[in-house]
């Protein structure tokens, strides 16, 4: 079983900039491929960034790409998501989640807003 628990949202007006963590306790973190998503109001959870457990091939989705940058620090057990330029439809419940196949555990999410 691994626990996650993200941290770092908040309010922050167009063009600036966040950085969520996502701290991981339980089973060896290092082995799991770590996600981040969101979720707007209204709209279907979605990808936004992923980096292997290695810290290697991260990937983006085309909408965050440039200006987002996912990390993982394996001695600390947690993936951050250093997130610039944000704009108003970031505006988002962000959710991290680890697997291996799959995504098998999620946090409970934090909460992003980004006034215009």
């Known amino acids: 079983q691994v626990q996650l628990v993200e941290s770092g949202g908040g309010l922050v007006q167009a063009e600036g900039s966040l950085r969520l963590s996502c701290a991981a306790s339980?089973?060896?973190?290092?082995?799991?491929?770590m996600g981040w998503f969101r979720q707007a109001p209204g709209k279907e959870r979605e990808f936004v960034s992923a980096i292997r457990w290695s810290g290697g091939s991260p990937n983006y989705a085309d909408s965050v790409k440039g200006r987002f940058t996912i990390s993982r620090d394996n001695a600390k057990n947690t993936v951050y998501l250093q997130m610039n330029r944000l704009k108003p439809e970031d505006t988002a419940v962000y959710y991290c989640?680890?697997?291996?196949?799959?995504?098998?555990?999620w946090g409970q999410g934090t909460q992003v807003a980004v006034s215009s």
């Open positions: 989640a680890a697997g291996v196949a799959s995504y098998d555990y």
């Open positions: 339980g089973r060896t973190f290092r082995n799991y491929a």
